[in-house]
């Protein structure tokens, strides 16, 4: 089973600065990598799937990067929207599979 | 615009069977290029996928579930569901139905809540 690890468990930034989060597959998903968002009491939202492409709807704000085992999910500037948790997952190829991180809070300083 | 509704009981009793449906609207979970799936939430935050299958038949199963998993379709109804045997209290959780487009997961129901507790 691939693992992600997310880095760091908790990002305590400020509305406007830059938010960069990290996630690293155990070993190489190609670019099988998406990124969700999740508020309080609501589903993951699709941020970013194939590691760089924006889901519909998500302001260009939202980044991806990376392929291999390392992505990460920048977000250029913060809006007090965008705290929430970010959660990376991957499908692997034969079987499929799916496994996701184990989530980075992004919180208000 | 797709929908996705979980449905089925709130509290499962330990060793008994944890059963959900998802009702689809907006979309035919026969149609092709599509898997439709589940995931849960445990309490402690950690997203776990279960399982998907294709309108093909195909069906996929989280390998330290499979034992225990089974999910079946209801094409006439545009539904399809989950049932879960032998449950514990870690497998308490807030469950999701959703579709998976190629390696993602882009649509998602709005979860239900299965307590597992005698």
């Known amino acids: 089973e691939t693992v992600l690890t997310q880095s760091p468990a908790t990002l305590s930034l400020s509305p406007g600065e830059r938010a960069t989060l990290s996630c690293r597959a155990s070993q190489s998903v190609t670019t099988y990598l998406a990124w969700y968002q999740q508020k309080p009491g609501q589903a993951p939202r699709l941020l970013i799937y194939d590691a760089s492409t924006r889901a519909p709807g998500i302001p260009d704000r939202f980044s991806g990067s990376g392929s291999g085992t390392d992505f990460t999910l920048t977000i250029s500037s913060l809006e007090p929207d965008d705290f929430a948790v970010y959660y990376c997952?991957?499908?692997?190829?034969?079987?499929?599979?799916?496994?996701f991180g184990q989530g980075t809070k992004l919180e208000i300083k | 615009q797709l929908q996705l509704q979980e449905s089925g009981p709130e509290l499962v009793k330990p060793s008994e069977t944890l059963s959900l449906t998802c009702t689809v609207s907006g979309a035919s979970i026969s149609g092709s290029g599509y898997y439709w799936g589940w995931i849960r939430q445990s309490p402690g935050k950690d997203l776990e996928w279960i399982g998907s299958f294709y309108h093909s038949g195909n069906t996929y199963y989280n390998a330290s579930l499979k034992s225990r998993v089974t999910i079946s379709v209801d094409t006439s109804n545009n539904q399809f569901s989950l049932r879960l045997t032998s449950v514990t209290a870690a497998d308490t959780a807030l469950y999701y139905c959703?579709?998976?487009?190629?390696?993602?997961?882009?649509?998602w129901g709005q979860g239900t809540l299965v307590t597992v507790s005698s």
């Open positions: 997952q991957q499908r692997s190829n034969w079987p499929p599979a799916y496994t």
């Open positions: 959703a579709r998976t487009m190629r390696n993602h997961f882009d649509y």
